[in-house]
């Protein structure tokens, strides 16, 4: 949107609405300030609540913009790899090469030696993947991964423990729990979802403790969190089963819930306990895999479970591992076994595209029943 008066005046200043495009699951309102052609500034959502309000990074964009690093030009290199020897080319020069190269592909080895791997960078949030897989249609097609490697756990496990990829809730919905677990999600770098920065801030203020669960001292755990517990990376699914372990022997499980609402609680409570396989996924069993004492396991078992409504958000990195669907699971079940599901307040971790939740429960001010009842 352009100020109609400034644009009668090109040496006034124009506020230009746009978005930031990092690809961090945010989708953030710039008002970037232009004047003959510069941006002398950028400002962020201030309107009305709930605003969209862009992260210190998002609002650094002038820098990125006009940065001596960023590339304006395509450059070819001409030394030897990694020497850093660059020389500039046309745009007209580099989309031949770039042609000429694929066609020469496709002519040796046929259409499927092409692999396109999409989403790096910013190709998601500036194009997504379709007009380059539009691109390679054209010449006869390409070979795809089978799945994602950033998000296929979360989604994987959500549709298996869930049908469906829409989890969680409003990040507003934060304010009614009364206990948060960042597990393995550092929403100070990836928010994912525009407003999850100001809702845990919010959260913080109002006092509801927040815990961080990850191996890294992250900006989040610093900044949100009450308690950090660092984990050995690639061992969540053990601590959290052990999780599961103390609450059910400790008899604090939601059987309400778990007898109106799920499925096969039984299997896994075998499994769980030992008789299935022989080995109970006791907290003494997790510390030796995930270097978390028992203790604490314990602890943060007994907390979730009797803290409700609670929200444990487990965020999409400790499930890019072999076999990390089963960390995405393992959370996705502690939230069902506890209750806490389609409760305001709770959270149904998963994928976290909370984008159909949210319009069902809960905005600023408004406070909604969820999809089911409390028991
Ligand atoms: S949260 Fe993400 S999308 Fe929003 S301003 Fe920051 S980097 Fe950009």
């Avoid at 989708?27 to 510069?38: D, E, F, I, S, T």
Wanted: glycine share 10%; proline share 4%; hydrophobic share 35%.
């Amino acid at each position: 949107m352009i100020n109609n008066k400034a644009e009668m005046d090109e040496d006034s200043e124009k506020i230009i609405n746009t978005g930031c495009c990092h690809d961090c699951g945010g989708r953030c309102v710039l008002k970037a300030h232009v004047k003959n052609g510069k941006i002398t500034r950028i400002e962020t959502d201030n309107e009305k609540e709930p605003q969209l309000r862009a992260c210190s990074r998002g609002r650094a964009y002038r820098q990125r913009v006009y940065s001596e690093e960023r590339l304006k030009y395509p450059l070819r290199r001409v030394g030897e790899r990694g020497e850093g020897k660059f020389e500039r080319i046309s745009w007209e020069d580099a989309l031949n090469h770039v042609a000429s190269k694929i066609l020469g592909i496709k002519k040796k080895y046929g259409n499927s030696a092409i692999l396109f791997v999409p989403g790096g960078g910013n190709q998601g949030m500036l194009h997504g993947v379709t007009p380059v897989g539009l691109m390679l249609n054209q010449i006869g097609g390409y070979t795809r991964m089978w799945g994602i490697p950033s998000y296929e756990g979360a989604l994987f496990a959500s549709m298996a423990t869930y049908g469906t990829m829409m989890t969680g809730s409003a990040r507003d919905d934060l304010l009614n729990s009364n206990l948060i677990i960042m597990w393995g999600w550092n929403p100070a770098n990836t928010v994912w979802d525009p407003g999850t920065s100001l809702w845990l801030a919010r959260a913080r203020e109002k006092g509801i403790k927040i815990i961080a669960v990850d191996p890294i001292f992250t900006d989040s755990a610093a900044v949100l969190a009450n308690d950090w517990i660092p984990i050995r990376p690639g061992t969540d699914t053990a601590m959290l089963i052990a999780m599961a372990y103390v609450i059910i022997t400790e008899n604090l499980q939601d059987q309400r819930f778990i007898e109106k609402y799920t499925v096969g609680y039984d299997a896994y409570k075998d499994y769980v306990l030992g008789s299935e396989d022989g080995q109970p996924k006791t907290p003494r069993w997790a510390e030796e895999i995930t270097t978390v004492s028992e203790q604490t396991i314990i602890d943060l078992a007994r907390e979730y479970a009797t803290s409700k409504p609670a929200a444990l958000i487990a965020g999409w990195g400790p499930a890019r591992a072999a076999f990390g669907e089963q960390y995405s699971r393992a959370a996705n079940v502690l939230c069902a076994i506890t209750g806490n599901i389609g409760i305001n307040g709770g959270y149904a971790s998963g994928f976290m595209r909370a984008y159909s939740s949210r319009e069902s429960i809960g905005s600023t001010g408004k406070k909604k029943e969820g999809p089911i009842k409390q028991l």
